[in-house]
């Protein structure tokens, strides 16, 4: 199998794996408990959240949670006055913000453009007007497209609002403005365990609980796992240390996916993106067709939490592409463990299949 499929999950580093597994076998204790196994527990914990937080800015905590879909919920949901947002964020935004707007809270989206990245202008223009909250992006997971959030951190910032950062797909790779006061990322998407992610809390700031109960976090219950919080700390260390080299190669893989894909057109801005995300359509493309001739390979139709839903990407209709166009996009995803000729491959697969049914 060929994967090239990163932004749906990066495959988990072997150093996280071996890190986790006497955290699984052995080392069972509840770190909650006072017990000396459970106080040992409570440390390794603890030198997680150091080396989460190594690559977050400082002048805040790091809270864990399930993963970033509850990260982003807990923000948003703990957070009061209106609420300022992209029309191309993550679905775990879009749906929040959706469930919060029934229930009376105001929420203004703002359209991005057809390379994916929002209007300043227009941004500054409607946070003047007064917002609560900014939610917004670092790096878009169907795309790759990156939004200004620095330039929109502090505008929002300076009429009073909190700033959301969706730093899933670019934590670890692409820096995360200071101004940002609450931070979402995951452990799976840095080559870590699925199920465990975190909210950053600028220091200062507080939220409303989203759970309740043991308040095992000091505003998140619930019994942490030692295991995967370990794997989430050796993941983001691991980033922190390889952070050139995973860059170098990323580009290296960037050039050659551009340089075999001639005759598609990219999805989103060619100069404000992150390099590990190659989101391409081709007119008349068959895209179940396609996966299904290169069913080696794994790569995505759209984005891996809508798939099976049966709509066009709403990132890919919010940069104004048809359904027809849309539903002719493809998305490659690659890094670390991706190997040039493996990539190579890949692609000539695909370019191969595609070509059988579009050109006559």
């Known amino acids: 199998m060929i994967y090239l499929d990163y932004q749906a999950t990066t495959p988990l580093a072997p150093e996280v794996f071996d890190a986790m597994v006497p955290w699984l076998r052995d080392q069972f204790a509840n770190p909650h408990s006072p017990s000396r196994i459970g106080r040992a527990a409570k440390a390794a914990i603890e030198v997680a959240r150091d080396q989460v937080a190594a690559l977050?800015?400082?002048?805040?905590?790091?809270?864990?949670?399930?993963?970033?879909?509850?990260?982003?919920?807990?923000?948003?949901?703990?957070?009061?006055?209106?609420?300022?947002?992209?029309?191309?964020?993550?679905?775990?935004?879009?749906?929040?913000?959706?469930?919060?707007?029934?229930?009376?809270?105001?929420?203004?989206?703002?359209?991005?453009?057809?390379?994916?990245?929002?209007?300043?202008?227009?941004?500054?223009?409607?946070?003047?007007?007064?917002?609560?909250?900014?939610?917004?992006?670092?790096?878009?997971?169907?795309?790759?497209?990156?939004?200004?959030i620095r330039e929109l951190a502090?505008?929002?910032?300076?009429?009073?609002?909190?700033?959301?950062?969706?730093?899933?797909?670019?934590?670890?790779?692409?820096?995360?403005?200071?101004?940002?006061?609450?931070?979402?990322?995951?452990?799976?998407?840095?080559?870590?365990?699925?199920?465990?992610?975190?909210?950053?809390?600028?220091?200062?700031?507080?939220?409303?609980?989203?759970?309740?109960?043991?308040?095992?976090?000091?505003?998140?219950?619930?019994?942490?796992?030692?295991?995967?919080?370990?794997?989430?700390?050796?993941?983001?260390?691991?980033?922190?240390?390889?952070q050139d080299a995973d860059r170098a190669h990323v580009a290296r893989l960037w050039n050659i996916a551009t340089e075999r894909l001639p005759g598609w057109t990219l999805n989103g801005s060619a100069e404000h993106r992150y390099h590990g995300n190659v989101n391409v359509r081709r007119a008349r493309l068959d895209v179940n067709r396609l996966m299904s001739e290169c069913r080696d390979i794994a790569f995505s139709a759209g984005s891996a939490c809508a798939s099976g839903s049966g709509r066009p990407s709403h990132v890919l209709k919010a940069i104004g592409l048809l359904d027809a166009e849309a539903r002719a996009s493809i998305r490659l995803g690659f890094g670390r463990y991706t190997g040039e000729a493996e990539l190579r491959a890949g692609l000539d697969q695909i370019v191969a299949a595609a070509d059988r049914q579009v050109v006559r």
Do not use: Y
Not at 81 to 104: F, Q, W
């Open 56 to 148: 977050l800015p400082p002048g805040g905590r790091v809270v864990f949670t399930s993963g970033a879909t509850e990260a982003l919920n807990w923000a948003i949901k703990g957070t009061r006055g209106s609420i300022v947002s992209i029309a191309s964020e993550h679905a775990a935004v879009i749906d929040t913000l959706r469930a919060e707007s029934a229930a009376g809270r105001e929420v203004t989206v703002l359209p991005v453009r057809p390379d994916g990245r929002l209007d300043l202008w227009v941004a500054r223009r409607v946070l003047g007007q007064g917002a609560g909250l900014l939610v917004a992006m670092l790096v878009n997971n169907e795309i790759g497209v990156t939004q200004p």
């Open 154 to 242: 502090s505008r929002a910032r300076s009429v009073g609002a909190l700033v959301l950062c969706d730093a899933v797909q670019g934590f670890g790779r692409v820096p995360i403005p200071e101004q940002c006061d609450l931070i979402a990322v995951s452990a799976h998407k840095i080559h870590g365990p699925k199920g465990i992610g975190a909210l950053w809390i600028r220091d200062g700031v507080t939220l409303e609980p989203l759970l309740h109960g043991g308040d095992q976090e000091d505003g998140r219950s619930g019994t942490l796992s030692p295991a995967l919080c370990v794997g989430f700390g050796v993941a983001a260390r691991l980033m922190a240390e390889r």
